[in-house]
């Protein structure tokens, strides 16, 4: 008798593998009509939370990249950063198809004549299908909301907005430098002025003193606001930062793996089902990462995500109990 794989069992409309969720990868091969790589790109901007507008030296688990770490050296132009991302990517994927990302600090905040500068350059990269633009919520200013209007028109558009949490108590103890209200704020004023641009909104697992029903809640309201796109993030311990002192010295202390995986899939369950899913953990530079190291092993996590799942037959809104309606 012919064994039925998890793929055919899968009830999951929004997906042709057998994950229970609205992956990243799916939603480019049915937009693009095959796969796209992401090229991680380094425009050199600094951020409000780092120069001394918001506050100073970043949020407290934030390396001196920016979140950058796996993108080329800001010195280097974005051509020749792109050549050399693509080549390597070429190396483990035959694509045409790109996606340049500029992921390193906030990449909405600058005179906005640099802003357009970069953006134009980017626009012009052979082989780009979209852009992505990493940013806060509380650096969209009528200018730059004008200028990311214009570019929405020129290649699709998704603006990244990092927003972790919805405690104001916990944004404030990782230094995050802005409130839930201001990210609303932001938020709805993208929506509102560049209305062809996707968001996707960022939040991270294991920050301190975060319960699981924290989490929890961070990605039930979330799920209200309805974003195009989601990326869950677990919290690293990087060396040189103040998360890691917090973390030698016995005053943090990182999620478990199993743990972790739990909340993920709750998660999951809790937000929309039209909703992409852009990750399920981040990545820590191997040589940089003090913790948690069962995080290196993400293939491991995410197949015991996929098979918790299967396991007990959710899918990705089968607890959500809003109605997504894009603004």
């Not at 989601?230 to 990182?254: D, N």
């Amino acid at each position: 008798m012919k064994r039925i794989t998890e793929t055919a069992r899968n009830p999951f409309p929004n997906s042709d593998t057998n994950k229970r969720y609205y992956t990243y990868d799916y939603y480019l091969r049915k937009t693009y009509g095959g796969k796209c790589a992401k090229v991680t790109l380094d425009a050199g901007f600094t951020c409000p939370n780092i120069d001394g507008t918001r506050g100073l030296g970043g949020c407290i688990y934030c390396s001196s990249r920016g979140s950058g770490d796996f993108a080329p050296e800001a010195a280097l132009s974005l051509r020749e950063q792109y050549e050399i991302q693509t080549e390597r990517i070429n190396q483990k994927w035959d694509t045409p198809r790109f996606i340049p990302y500029l992921q390193a600090h906030t990449n909405t905040y600058g005179e906005l004549s640099r802003l357009r500068a970069v953006y134009r350059e980017v626009l012009m990269l052979p082989g780009a299908v979209a852009f992505h633009i990493a940013t806060r919520a509380d650096c969209l200013g009528d200018d730059v909301l004008s200028l990311l209007a214009e570019t929405s028109e020129v290649l699709p558009l998704t603006v990244e907005l990092g927003l972790q949490t919805v405690s104001d108590e916990v944004s404030a103890r990782i230094g995050r430098g802005h409130s839930y209200d201001e990210f609303l704020d932001g938020y709805f004023r993208l929506r509102a002025r560049v209305p062809l641009a996707r968001v996707a909104v960022h939040i991270i697992n294991g920050l301190p003193t975060e319960t699981r029903e924290d989490m929890l809640r961070t990605a039930s309201t979330v799920a209200s606001l309805s974003p195009h796109e989601v990326k869950i993030h677990l919290l690293h311990v990087l060396r040189g930062t103040v998360l890691a002192s917090l973390y030698e010295r016995g005053e943090y202390t990182p999620m478990r793996r199993e743990d972790y995986v739990d909340t993920v899939v709750e998660q999951l369950r809790l937000l929309p089902p039209d909703t992409v899913i852009g990750r399920l953990t981040g990545d820590g530079k191997a040589e940089d990462l003090l913790a948690p190291l069962w995080s290196l092993k993400k293939l491991t996590v995410i197949n015991e995500i996929d098979k918790k799942m299967a396991l007990h037959d959710f899918v990705q809104g089968d607890l959500c109990n809003f109605n997504k309606n894009i603004i």
